[in-house]
């Protein structure tokens, strides 16, 4: 409830409580691990997601302790975690893995990462369409992908916890040369 209403800290709270109840229940620490990431507490995130893998290890969970791997640019952590996250292979992995590609310098293995994370995109009934603006930027359409996420959001169709995971994927994005300039009019649009 707390999270849904964005209010991350009463969240923490109410699933430390639910973690310490039931110490071998991974759905507790999996989502203390994403409201800490929600706040920018990125080392408590971690920590719980760490946890979480080690009762009930699943690609979600380790896609999402890679990308705080990236966010933190932990890039040898983010490898090997990723690398779990894709034995079972999805868009979200393949856009975080081809990401930290592009950060260690691997442009040319990130964009075939990223075409076949679109591919999967488009077959996918529960993807977000805000993903596949994010896409459309790495994959050279940053115009379009722009266009689509300010049509997104001017119709109020993102969420405002996966507006701000975006608003993170922007920031980091930057980081890449290729990435940075459009990266930079993303994050704009998602602080509008």
Not at 88 to 107: C, I, K, M, P, R
Not at 143 to 163: A, T, V
Request: aromatic content about 12%; overall charge negative; some cysteine.
């Amino acid at each position: 409830m707390y999270y849904d209403q964005g209010r991350y800290e009463d969240a923490i709270h109410e699933y430390q409580q639910a973690a310490d109840l039931s110490p071998k229940w991974a759905a507790p620490l999996s989502n203390l691990g994403k409201a800490h990431w929600l706040i920018g507490d990125y080392p408590a995130a971690i920590t719980n997601y760490q946890k979480a893998i080690q009762i009930s290890p699943d690609q979600y969970k380790c896609n999402s302790l890679g990308w705080l791997y990236i966010v933190t640019e932990d890039y040898e952590q983010a490898e090997v975690t990723l690398q779990k996250a894709l034995e079972d292979v999805d868009w979200a992995s393949l856009f975080n893995y081809g990401l930290l590609q592009a950060l260690q310098s691997s442009w040319e293995q990130a964009q075939v990462t990223w075409h076949k994370g679109y591919e999967l995109c488009q077959v996918d009934d529960d993807w977000p369409q805000a993903a596949s603006t994010f896409y459309q930027v790495v994959l050279g359409e940053a115009e379009q992908g722009i266009h689509n996420l300010k049509r997104l959001l001017d119709q109020d169709q993102i969420s405002s916890d996966f507006k701000q995971m975006l608003l993170l994927v922007a920031q980091v994005m930057q980081r890449c040369p290729q990435l940075s300039e459009s990266a930079q009019q993303l994050e704009a649009l998602l602080l509008e």
